[in-house]
């Protein structure tokens, strides 16, 4: 067990009752019984499904990387499934959506692209969420420090639109991001500890004090987009390697 909040038969109910959940609601997709307008809402359900399990199965420790990446790959499709036509951008108004997701959705996002890049997922698959990200018109430096470690020659198309003195995204990843502009790596490191004590859990996020709530609904506070940031830049993680969001074994999974 690496998640100390909830125990082992806690997160094996979760994870059957997500497949269980996207079984039926696949099931229903296919025999045409879901109504037009709540497709994509149902599919988007999915994706977050997909997380869940992942996330719950870390926090056991007993799953393989091959059955974490046919989880991470099949959310992948779904989200290229659930969000199109500005599903997921910040809506201005007047048929006017700004190339910015809301605050749950960037995060979502994030997770995949972070656990794409830890578990090594075909191109294929991760092209895919690449896809999604330049179909929306997301330009975003933590997605593309992301992305550049597995394709370094991608070229980002313009500077982030985000509003710096409102943006949650920009004050909740702040040390974060620096870390990844960092040239010394101790220095880098110690963004990366601040960001894990001081910024991640924060009341924003999808799963904010879920691990308080009556219905099975926590699946552990992990932040694999730390992880990646770890791993891309081979930082020292032993000043933070115990910390409990960080989930470290992902960052040296394939050694």
Not at 34 to 53: A, E, F, G, N, P
Not at 124 to 146: G, K
Request: charged share 30%; glycine share 2%; net charge neutral.
């Amino acid at each position: 067990m690496r998640d100390k909040l909830k125990d082992k038969n806690y997160f094996e109910s979760l994870i059957n009752s997500r497949y269980k959940s996207m079984d039926k609601s696949l099931n229903m997709l296919n025999d045409g019984l879901i109504k037009d307008d709540r497709i994509l809402s149902v599919k988007k359900m999915m994706t977050y499904d997909c997380l869940q399990i992942i996330g719950a199965k870390y926090s056991i420790g007993a799953a393989s990387s091959q059955e974490l990446k046919n989880d991470i790959s099949n959310g992948i499709q779904l989200l290229n499934e659930a969000i199109v036509d500005n599903k997921g951008k910040i809506d201005a108004g007047n048929k006017i959506f700004l190339d910015q997701y809301y605050v749950h959705i960037h995060q979502e996002i994030l997770q995949y692209l972070s656990l794409a890049y830890l578990l090594d997922i075909p191109e294929t698959d991760f092209n895919v969420l690449v896809n999604i990200i330049d179909r929306d018109n997301i330009s975003d430096d933590l997605y593309e420090f992301i992305i550049k470690a597995r394709f370094p020659d991608r070229k980002q198309k313009r500077a982030e639109e985000y509003d710096t003195d409102k943006s949650v995204i920009l004050k909740v990843y702040d040390k974060l991001r620096k870390a990844t502009k960092q040239s010394d790596k101790n220095e880098a490191a110690k963004l990366v500890k601040f960001f894990l004590e001081k910024s991640f859990y924060h009341k924003d996020m999808n799963s904010y004090n879920s691990h308080k709530s009556k219905a099975n609904i926590y699946s552990g506070y992990w932040s694999f987009e730390a992880a990646a940031v770890v791993k891309i830049l081979s930082l020292d993680d032993s000043s933070f390697a115990n910390n409990q969001y960080y989930p470290k074994d992902l960052v040296h999974f394939n050694n």
